[in-house]
């Protein structure tokens, strides 16, 4: 009904899967703008990821200050990007567009500081462009309210129940217009 009376979602611009990851990470109960241009500056400031993931605590801190938990992300995003390298050899997730949804969102969230949230955007919104729904707090409260997932469901349940009832025709773009 949405879509009939407001037309379809914008095409996104897609990150590659480490940024969205950053970004995801920032983005946490921050609000959107606030982290667009803490991420902008990130990039601009960092120049590659593998800078960051090098980047002390307190010197991200200063950077990221805009974002809600500063203190807790500035050690939880370099300390994600240090464990995907570790393990992966480089800083690189384009190896998850190999593996089922499930076992990617498994990977991703045995990450420091990553939950389902951020799992989910960085393989469905990435350039991954997964079938995989992303759930916040507002898109969570109205599947409550719809009896989607139970009222008190939290992101993590909401994310794996509301997945589980995708149309299995659905394609990532249609996760995504979903979200948004």
Not at 38 to 65: C, D, P, Q, Y
Not at 146 to 158: E, F, N, Q, S
Request: charged share 25%; proline share 4%; aromatic share 6%.
């Amino acid at each position: 009904l949405l879509l009939a009376r407001f037309g379809p979602v914008p095409e996104c611009y897609r990150l590659d899967p480490v940024s969205q990851l950053v970004f995801a990470m920032l983005s946490g109960r921050t609000r959107d703008a606030v982290a667009m241009e803490v991420f902008a500056a990130l990039v601009r400031r960092m120049g590659a990821w593998e800078r960051l993931a090098k980047t002390a605590a307190s010197e991200l801190e200063g950077m990221i200050a805009g974002v809600t938990f500063a203190e807790r992300k500035a050690r939880q995003i370099p300390a994600a990007l240090r464990e995907i390298a570790a393990r992966r050899g480089r800083l690189d997730l384009e190896f998850l567009a190999g593996w089922p949804v499930e076992e990617g969102r498994v990977w991703l969230e045995s990450l420091t500081g990553v939950g389902p949230k951020t799992s989910m955007a960085v393989l469905g919104l990435s350039t991954l462009r997964r079938r995989a729904l992303m759930v916040d707090t507002a898109h969570n409260r109205v599947a409550g309210r719809l009896g989607l997932v139970p009222a008190r469901a939290d992101i993590a349940r909401a994310t794996r129940l509301l997945n589980r009832q995708l149309p299995a025709a659905w394609t990532a773009d249609d996760t995504e217009t979903h979200h948004f």
